[in-house]
């Protein structure tokens, strides 16, 4: 009995869980199998043999990063008589009109750099892997570029914060190279804030789309104060 029940627990430790499914959301392809034509014969009669169903199965797969260049096409119109300057057709806005970057390749680097946490070296090398070369530079210039465009935009998730029954906050100490009048040495202080439930009170309020703030300052106060 005794190895009967240690036999029983090798097999409920050797047991696989049933595998989780795949999320209704993720798009699927299709891929139809057919059986060759001189397989669809009766094997016994010699006769073709009617479809009467399919087995489905589903396995994960995944598209390779891309990159696509986004040609725009702005019109020109002028007068024949040319009693007005010619004019074009406006381009979309756009977070950095002058630079080469869409809105959609910054929010995908500052997406690798500041959430996934990868240097920009890495980003850099990455992308060189799938044909495009994208200096740490450019991606370090445009990051600063973007940071002041969409200031607007941080400060009103600023304000959602502060309408928070509460703030969840931590600190960390950083080292700022190049910072205007300080030493390269010199701690900086770095504060993770993120405010939690907001409540079905508030427009911004959604547990899918969490406010995280991460504010850097260049001192702090024994008490918290920055100075």
């Given at each position: ?21 795949i999320p209704p959301h993720v798009r699927r392809v299709d891929v139809i199998l057919e059986l060759p034509e001189d397989?669809?014969l009766c094997p016994g009669c010699n006769q073709p043999m009617a479809e009467i169903g399919e087995q489905v199965s ?170």
């Amino acid at each position: 009995q005794d190895a009967a029940s240690a036999s029983n627990k090798k097999a409920a430790i050797r047991a696989r869980g049933k595998r989780r499914p795949i999320p209704p959301h993720v798009r699927r392809v299709d891929v139809i199998l057919e059986l060759p034509e001189d397989k669809r014969l009766c094997p016994g009669c010699n006769q073709p043999m009617a479809e009467i169903g399919e087995q489905v199965s589903e396995q994960i797969d995944i598209i390779p990063l891309q990159f696509v260049v986004t040609r725009f096409h702005r019109k020109r119109y002028a007068c024949g008589h040319r009693d007005h300057k010619p004019a074009i057709a406006p381009r979309p806005p756009q977070v950095l009109p002058k630079s080469n970057a869409t809105n959609a390749f910054l929010a995908m680097l500052m997406t690798m750099k500041y959430v996934d946490g990868l240097p920009l070296a890495r980003i850099e090398n990455i992308f060189e892997r799938m044909g495009l070369k994208v200096p740490r530079v450019t991606q370090a210039r445009w990051m600063i570029q973007s940071a002041e465009q969409l200031k607007p935009l941080a400060e009103l998730l600023w304000k959602v914060q502060l309408e928070a029954d509460h703030l969840l906050m931590d600190e960390t100490t950083v080292q700022v190279l190049k910072e205007k009048g300080r030493d390269p040495t010199t701690k900086s202080y770095m504060y993770g804030l993120n405010e939690g439930d907001l409540g079905e009170n508030l427009a911004f309020a959604s547990p899918m789309i969490p406010v995280d703030r991460v504010t850097c300052l260049p001192g702090c106060s024994r008490t918290g104060r920055a100075t």
